[in-house]
């Protein structure tokens, strides 16, 4: 009975490579949550997906990032041309429906970082 | 934008004592509060949650109390224990996502 799986659990990329982070729900959860940690700043919201569509986007930023939660296979959020500000440890968190009282199980998150 | 303000930032407390954490909230569609705990290389883990239309919850050494009309929430956690050490997330979640507060690191002292 697997939770929320992601990896890679840490990601070291140069400046301007990309980085990938895959996650995969709890099974049966259709709902996916992202978001990033930076010390001292809490968990800041990113991206709600249903599957094969985005419902929220509006914590990520406009360029070089973007995800996806397919029909089959993980949810993948991408971050292109990595920069130094994007080192952080970035979870997945998953639940079986939306609404406002169902429990979001997180993944042990990835830690990026650009060097 | 902070949707969810949470103090203090950190706390330390004896071991027996009575720790709290405060927040407050600004969106009025919340309508769910849930608090998380999180281990130092581990993902927040659902602790206790709350609903607005109750004023207080208790589930063994944890309580959420609950003033809608200031729209503040606290966790008391009852005879700390060094094992409740950790980070704590209030948070406030409506339809379609769920925002955290900054996290309090809470240090429990045998």
């Known amino acids: 009975n697997a939770g929320v799986m992601q990896n890679p659990r840490h990601l070291v990329r140069r400046r301007g490579q990309e980085a990938r982070l895959r996650c995969s729900p709890v099974?049966?959860?259709?709902?996916v949550y992202w978001y990033r940690q930076l010390p001292e700043e809490g968990l800041k919201f990113m991206v709600y997906l249903q599957k094969e569509n985005i419902i929220d986007e509006s914590g990520m930023p406009k360029e070089r990032f973007s995800a996806e939660f397919p029909k089959e296979g993980p949810s993948i959020l991408r971050i292109q041309q990595v920069v130094r500000g994007d080192s952080a440890a970035y979870f997945c968190a998953s639940s079986v429906r939306r609404g406002s009282d169902t429990e979001a199980f997180f993944g042990q998150g990835t830690r990026l970082t650009v060097v | 934008q902070q949707q969810v303000k949470q103090s203090p930032q950190s706390l330390i407390v004896q071991k027996g004592g009575i720790s709290i954490i405060n927040c407050a909230y600004e969106?009025?569609?919340?309508?769910?509060f849930p608090w998380y705990q999180q281990f130092p290389g581990k993902g927040p883990a659902l602790l206790i949650a709350i609903r607005p239309d109750v004023s207080e919850k208790k589930e063994g050494r944890f309580t959420i109390s609950f003033n809608k009309s200031a729209k503040q929430f606290s966790l008391h956690i009852m005879d700390s224990q060094p094992g409740d050490s950790a980070t704590y997330f209030c948070?406030?979640?409506?339809?379609?996502?769920?925002?955290f507060g900054t996290g309090t690191r809470l240090t429990v002292i045998p």
């Open positions: 969106n009025t569609a919340f309508d769910y």
């Open positions: 948070a406030g979640t409506g339809a379609n996502n769920l925002f």
């Open positions: 099974k049966g959860h259709s709902h």
